[in-house]
């Protein structure tokens, strides 16, 4: 069965590209009467993109959970929403029914009211991969609390920046979460994190890993107690109830924080109707999704990506999502073929890194694996390099599945350009063409449209999005000129969204990576800035700066220049003491790869540090590092070049 917004054909493709393009509040009227409304909008969207101000179905009441819950309950209770596969292969699989889901949801409803949690307020989510964050996430989407998921990586100062940020009153986390072989101590990073936060009202504890934790009385709370008490007050003679709070179209759904080229990580805000339709619009077309499928996202639900395309499209779609709580090299290297021979998954959906990693260990691991059930795949979050690509069709899809490549940013919700499974024609290395309601445009770096073809026939420079699109952000939270000042002030009436493309003769689009200084590691967006002011937090360090270079597994890797006038010992351990700092400051996800101690750094007379030079060297470049006459003391770079690590 497919949807009534679903594209059948390249035909159709376009006629929609051009509905959306030209009459946007009609053509996504058109795609949201295919939701659950307590009521109906009055009006489909009012914009500017000065202030800015982005309003879809304004108005409009509804709530999310019911869309990816109560709605199917009449045909699909007994239909797996998730299937959860756990880190140890020799654990139980868990499946959860939406009939299942819809219980356990209103279960956490009443936990959160029980605890005093409105809607408004803000609830930092710090969980391993289990079932029970999604339903830590619906469940405060089900009261219209604001749910901030942080990724199990991150550290307690980042968690403690994080929940003031949003002036957090609740946390949920685990005891610990499994990692392939490693515990982490969820709870113990969490209690570092609330030292000294004055917000935060009560920590509510999952058992996973059964790992030992302090349990501060009045403040810290565990999961099954508190459910089984709400158990009693939903269920009433087998019927289970919470009436979902009902929200307007624009209220806040979550925040997500994410890096962007200066400062802290800042807290994007998505809204309930936008999003939903957003994703669940991308989510069906672009992977194709048919009901009955078994979709694979393997990302981790502390990146948007998980958000959009395990949560919230697929269960809007009434869709079946595969949630693995572990790492794809455990037990080996051959745990995503297992997992997809086991349940018979249908689509996966990866990062490029994954698959150069596993690519790495050799083919052996694929050696009796059945992957015939595979009928889409898709890659997301860094440009997939061709290599990677072609094992990916070969080895995997075994030619026969088409392979999407979306691109897409925490800040638009879900996927903006892809090519569509079976639809629209792939390109590997490019992720194509853009979906309905999406109008990119080149940019020069004046803002200038680019219309001239390169030597190459392709049209070359910055990213950016005309008009809104239902899934575009709102604002950051607690500071929209923030949110002004980084996305909508770099040119004019534009979205910029800080990558550079190109765009060939048939209107494809090639992402070719970030234009600021945000880097991509293995998938993960982090600010140089963030990584330069966590270790210039070392006590030796006087002034460092941090660039990105080409890195085989990860994409790229961060290569961290240091001038140092500490201690000085052995090199080695004082590398390892700055990455030390760097975990604790930001998470383990931000260690440099490379640290080379340098006397000074290549700076202009007016004292800003020359990146592109650094960048060059990091890269292996010694011959064109370009002008470098402008310097206040051009020998250093000669010193740094010969102390390359
Ligand atoms: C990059 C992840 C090339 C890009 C969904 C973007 C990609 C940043 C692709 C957003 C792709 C994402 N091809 N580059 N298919 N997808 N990117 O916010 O630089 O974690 O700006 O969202 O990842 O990262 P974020």
């Known amino acids: 069965m497919s949807y009534p917004f679903q594209i059948n054909s390249l035909a159709q493709y376009h006629a929609d590209y051009k509905a959306a393009a030209e009459n946007p509040d009609v053509f996504w009227a058109n795609v949201a009467e295919n939701f659950y409304w307590r009521k109906k909008w009055d009006k489909a969207l009012d914009w500017n993109f000065t202030e800015p101000k982005i309003e879809w179905f304004a108005g409009g009441k509804l709530n999310i959970t019911e869309n990816c819950i109560d709605r199917h309950l009449a045909t699909m209770a007994d239909k797996p929403a998730i299937i959860w596969e756990p880190n140890n292969p020799e654990e139980r699989v868990r499946t959860v ?6 219980k356990r949801v209103c279960q956490f409803a009443q936990v959160l009211k029980n605890n005093a949690v409105k809607k408004g307020d803000r609830v930092c989510i710090y969980m391993g991969m ?3 964050l999604a339903y830590a996430v619906l469940g405060c989407a089900r009261i219209g609390a604001i749910h901030s998921v942080i990724f199990g990586g991150f550290s307690a100062q980042s968690i403690a920046d994080r929940l003031e940020d949003a002036q957090a009153t609740f946390i949920v986390t685990c005891d610990g979460a499994y990692r392939g072989e490693k515990v982490i101590p969820l709870k113990a990073v969490i209690d570092d994190a609330l030292i000294g936060n004055k917000t935060v009202k009560k920590v509510i504890v999952y058992t996973r890993t059964r790992t030992p934790v302090s349990m501060i009385k009045g403040r810290d709370i565990w999961w099954e107690d508190e459910m089984d008490i709400a158990e009693d007050q939903i269920e009433k003679n087998g019927v289970v109830s919470f009436k979902a709070e009902e929200m307007d179209a624009e209220d806040p759904l979550f925040i997500l924080y994410t890096s962007g080229s200066t400062g802290k990580p800042k807290g994007v805000v998505h809204t309930c109707a936008g999003y939903m339709i957003w994703t669940t619009y991308t989510f069906v077309n672009m992977f194709q999704y048919n009901q009955g499928d078994i979709h694979f996202c393997t990302a981790d639900i502390g990146w948007i990506t998980g958000h959009s395309y395990i949560l919230y499209g697929p269960l809007a779609a009434g869709a079946t999502s595969l949630m693995f709580e572990g790492i794809p090299t455990f037990p080996n290297a051959g745990r995503f073929w297992d997992i997809i021979d086991k349940h018979q998954v249908n689509i996966l959906y990866t990062a490029p890194t994954a698959l150069r990693s596993l690519m790495s260990f050799g083919d052996e691991h694929l050696l009796g694996k059945n992957l015939t059930s595979l009928k889409t ?4 979050g860094e440009p997939i390099n061709e290599e990677a690509w072609h094992w990916y069709d070969d080895n995997i899809g075994k030619n026969k ?8 940013q ?5 996927c903006l350009i892809t090519n569509l499974a079976g639809i629209t024609p792939a390109k590997p290395g490019w992720a194509t063409l853009p979906m309905p309601g999406v109008q990119p445009v080149i940019v020069d770096e004046k803002g200038n449209e680019v219309t001239e073809a390169d030597e190459h026939g392709m049209l070359k420079g910055n990213l950016c999005i005309k008009a809104p699109w239902p899934g575009i952000l709102r604002t950051t939270y607690g500071d929209h000129e923030r949110c002004r000042v980084n996305y909508f002030a770099t040119y004019p009436n534009v979205y910029f969204t800080g990558d550079g493309a ?8 090639r992402i070719t990576g970030r234009v600021d200084d945000v880097l991509n590691i293995s998938g993960h967006r982090i600010g140089t800035a963030e990584v330069e ?4 937090m070392h006590s030796g360090v006087v002034e460092s700066a941090v660039v990105g270079y080409p890195h085989d597994i990860k994409g790229q890797g961060i290569y961290a220049f240091v001038i140092y006038n500490g201690h000085h010992g052995d090199e080695n351990l004082r590398r390892q003491d700055i990455s030390q700092t760097v975990a604790k400051i930001i998470g383990a996800i931000a260690k440099p790869d490379k640290i080379q101690f340098v006397k000074g750094l290549p700076k202009t007379r007016s004292g800003k540090i020359m990146r592109r030079i650094l960048r060059k060297i990091a890269e292996g470049e010694t011959e064109n590092l370009g002008d470098i006459t402008t310097l206040l003391d051009p020998d250093v770079v000669a010193e740094i070049k010969d102390g390359k690590v």
């Open 533 to 536: 002011n966590a270790i210039n």
């Open 130 to 132: 289990v079932p029970e």
């Open 97 to 102: 029914t939406y009939a299942r889901l819809h």
């Open 401 to 408: 599945c088409p392979i999407i490549d979306t691109w897409w």
């Open 377 to 380: 795949l898709g890659t997301v």
């Open 502 to 509: 190109l765009k060939d003769a048939e209107g494809n689009y």
């Open 410 to 414: 925490t800040e638009t919700g879900g």
